[in-house]
């Protein structure tokens, strides 16, 4: 239900382009089937079909949530190998997969939406990928945990939306993102850096307008950014912020880890508030941003980049 969570895959892509990053998978945490679909063709347009997708496939979620035109648009006008989430494995699968073949304490995971697939992932049981139980996984293997999510230092009656998946949804879809939320934030293991991302960090961090005038017609994150907000206007950038700092670090993008707030942060899985509860010290921290601009222009230099595969001439179209 936004576009930022596009700018955020797109964004990614070209880091992996860079060398910056090895994306291990993506997946997706809600219920709409196309989902899979849009992730599919923007990986598609940067040449990497080969990277996993998944999709939550527990209960709890509304198979009739809203989504965005976009979504529509760019599974049916682009071309991708995969459409929707009858393609792809379940998340909990990539993610065991992805997380027992990599060295430990050396996978970095954003977060940006609700919790289903990583709760999903600590409550998972040994399988073929690994004899580890999925707390254990992630205690081995995850050096970090971006998360998009909350206020801080407390949402005041007010949710933040990934924390209460609260808005364009039902009840009891909401109940069980919170419910997710909450799970997560209190189940993560201590040894796990946790860097809050909140509302406030990213809503006045601008990105995508630039990406409506440096991209050709042909690039689908444009697409997306022109029929959500039309061209040459940014949009809030909380899910590709929270992803640049989870791999460029948070000195890296304007930012600072707060650094007199020893404590952890507490969420309400009801309601989905969050507050942070003075402590001692422990691995959560949370955001702040000092300069707005250049965190924008970060994501947008990124968002201009001819895909690597196209620099070089040898992408072969996608024929299906
Ligand atoms: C999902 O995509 C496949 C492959 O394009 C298609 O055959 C199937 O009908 C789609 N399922 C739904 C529910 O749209
Ligand atoms: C923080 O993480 C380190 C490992 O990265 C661990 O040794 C330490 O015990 C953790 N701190 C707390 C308070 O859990
Ligand atoms: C962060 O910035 C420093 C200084 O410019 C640089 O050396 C380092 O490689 C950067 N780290 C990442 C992960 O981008």
């Known amino acids: 239900m936004d576009v930022d969570d596009v700018v955020a895959i797109c964004m990614v892509n070209a880091l992996a382009d860079n060398g910056e990053a090895d994306v291990l998978a993506i997946v997706q945490n809600t219920s709409p ?5 849009v992730v599919s063709v923007l990986n598609h347009y940067y040449g990497r079909d080969s990277m996993p997708i998944g999709a939550f496939k527990g209960s709890g979620l509304s198979p009739d949530a809203p989504f965005l035109p976009y979504v529509t648009e760019l599974v ?7 459409k929707n989430t009858s393609q792809v494995p379940n998340s909990v699968d990539v993610y065991r997969k992805a997380l027992a073949g990599q060295a430990d304490h050396s996978v970095a995971i954003s977060s940006i939406g609700i ?11 040994p399988d073929e990928h690994s004899p580890l139980s999925g707390y254990d996984l992630v205690a081995q293997k995850v050096k970090i945990l971006a998360v998009m999510g909350g206020k801080y230092p407390e949402s005041n009656g ?7 998946g609260c808005a364009h949804a039902d009840e009891a879809s909401a109940a069980t993102a919170a419910a997710a939320t909450a799970y997560v934030t209190s189940h993560m293991p201590p040894e796990v850096k946790i860097i809050f991302s909140g509302f406030e960090v990213g809503v006045d961090v601008k990105s995508g307008g630039r990406l409506t005038s440096c991209a050709p017609e042909s690039n689908p994150c444009r697409a997306a950014m022109i029929s959500y907000m039309g061209p040459n206007k ?18 890296n993008v304007s930012c600072s880890e707060c650094t007199n707030c020893d404590g952890v942060n ?10 942070w509860v003075s402590g001692p010290t422990s691995n959560q921290t949370y955001l702040l941003i000092h300069d707005i601009e250049a965190a924008g222009a970060a994501i947008d230099d990124l968002l201009c980049q001819t895909p690597k595969h196209l620099q070089s001439g040898v992408h072969q179209p996608y024929v299906a």
């Open 33 to 37: 089937e196309k989902c899979a679909g």
């Open 266 to 275: 507490s969420v309400d899985g009801k309601t989905g508030n969050n507050e």
């Open 234 to 251: 940014g949009r809030c950038s909380w899910d590709p912020l929270t992803t640049l700092v989870a791999v460029r670090g948070a000195a």
């Open 76 to 82: 049916e006008n682009w071309p991708s190998p995969i």
């Open 115 to 125: 919790f289903t697939n990583l709760e999903a992932l600590l409550k998972s049981a």
């Open 158 to 164: 007010q949710p933040e939306c990934n924390f209460c």
